[in-house]
């Protein structure tokens, strides 16, 4: 079979083309499952099986353990945590040290699998003002993160760049019913990337000594140039099956710009507490 020779400027124009195209196509995946991982409510920040967390720290001495999986979609791209470790230890009165290790999995629409070692998340919740039972003034604590470049980017698995998460959160109960939330600031740097605002507010009732119910709503600023403020919700609960064995689970959406931010979410968790 005869080949019939290329020309050398359609050739290389072929693949120049082809090469900016598919640069195109990564960096939209890599977009992609950035924001699904910062939207993913058991990654970056969690107070399980929440987005919003509380103030409220591990008694001193104390441990919580938490195997857990979390997912978000939005156009083009499924990603999350499959599984995923999470540690809270009480070290000191009113002072609680926190560790997630994940394993994390993105599959962008029309590409593969990917799925490997996550970002490893560290953090340290402080107590400052315990609640008032019987009055109004709230339980309130600090809750600062930070967002360790464990994972690969460039397979969709982490950000790239350490980022630090510096919130503050209030809680109060009311006979069978708590509430709690807050917000902070997000300090994410990379190219293209903005520093952004995360605000979120929970409401949930005991409904039998078991089981707790709840949702929460949340919004989130712009966290790169071109991206749009979002805003979402979930719905979920806490079920006791004894003392120190406890499932969580949530489910939601976005409310605004749902497309590229959290067209459904998820967070499931086996808890053992002791």
């Known amino acids: 079979m005869a080949i019939t020779p290329r020309d050398p400027v359609t050739t290389l124009a072929g693949t120049a083309a082809a090469s900016a ?3 195109r196509r990564r960096l939209a995946v890599l977009q992609a499952a950035l924001a699904a991982a910062l939207l993913a409510p058991g990654s970056a920040l969690a107070g399980p099986p929440f987005r919003t967390d509380d103030p409220e720290p591990v008694d001193y001495g104390h441990w919580e353990v938490y195997g857990f999986s979390t997912a978000t979609q939005i156009r083009g791209d499924t990603s999350g945590i499959l599984p995923g470790l999470e540690v809270n230890y009480g070290a000191a009165p009113d002072l609680q040290l926190h560790l997630i290790a994940p394993l994390a999995f993105d599959q962008p629409s029309g590409g593969g699998w990917q799925s ?13 003002v315990q609640e008032d039972a019987k009055g109004w003034r709230p339980m309130v604590g600090i809750f600062p993160l930070l967002e360790a470049p464990t994972g690969d980017a460039e397979r969709g698995l982490g950000a790239g760049h350490a980022r630090e998460f510096l919130p503050v959160w209030l809680q109060k109960s009311f006979g069978g019913w708590q509430t709690y939330g807050g917000g902070g600031y997000w300090i994410n740097p990379g190219a293209g990337n903005k520093n952004y605002w995360f605000a979120g507010w929970q409401l949930q009732r005991q409904i039998t000594e078991q089981l707790a119910l709840g949702g929460e709503i949340f919004h989130q600023t712009a966290d790169s140039a071109g991206a749009s403020d979002s805003t979402g919700f979930n719905l979920g609960g806490i079920f006791d099956i004894t003392e120190h064995h406890h499932l969580l689970f949530s489910a939601g959406r976005g409310l605004e710009n749902a497309t590229e931010s959290n067209e459904f979410s998820y967070y499931v968790a086996y808890q053992l507490t002791f």
Do not use: V
């Not at 490997?116 to 400052?128: A, I, P, Q």
């Open 116 to 128: 490997g070692y996550g970002d490893t998340e560290l953090g340290m919740k402080y107590r400052f």
């Open 21 to 23: 195209s598919h640069g």
